[in-house]
Nanobody
Framework: QVQLVESGGGLVQAGGSLRLSCAAS????????MGWFRQAPNKEREFVSG????????YYADSVKGRFTISRDNAKRAGYLQMNSLKPEDTAVYYC???????????????????WGQGTQVTVSS
């Protein structure tokens, strides 16, 4: 079992940066891919970025490529999302997600993650 807690959200002006953190409890965290989804008001939750259990492969939505960087530190049971050049359309609640075991983030459109955090609000003003 893995519990995920996000932090680092907030209000930022367009062009600014934020770094989201995801703290995981449970010794099995290092066995799972983890990543980030977001949900804007009146929109469906969408994939933002994912990273394999080893950190060897990363994946990004086209809308954030070149601006966001995902990373993880298995020793600290933590994941991160560095968000640069933020745009008003990045405004959303951002959720950390992990698992299932053995599933790469590239397959999350078919097999949803097992574990989810409660979300952290990111608001980008124009």
């Amino acid at each position: 079992q893995v519990q995920l807690v996000e932090s680092g959200g907030g209000l930022v002006q367009a062009g600014g940066s934020l770094r989201l953190s995801c703290a995981a409890s449970g010794r099995s965290f290092s066995r799972y891919a983890m990543g980030w989804f977001r949900q804007a008001p009146n929109k469906e939750r969408e994939f933002v970025s994912g990273i394999t259990w080893s950190g060897g492969s990363t994946y990004y939505a086209d809308s954030v490529k070149g601006r966001f960087t995902i990373s993880r530190d298995n020793a600290k049971r933590a994941g991160y999302l560095q968000m640069n050049s933020l745009k008003p359309e990045d405004t959303a609640v951002y959720y950390c997600a992990a698992g299932p075991e053995g599933v790469s983030p590239q397959f999350w459109s078919h097999v949803r993650p097992d574990y989810w955090g409660q979300g952290t609000q990111v608001t980008v003003s124009s």
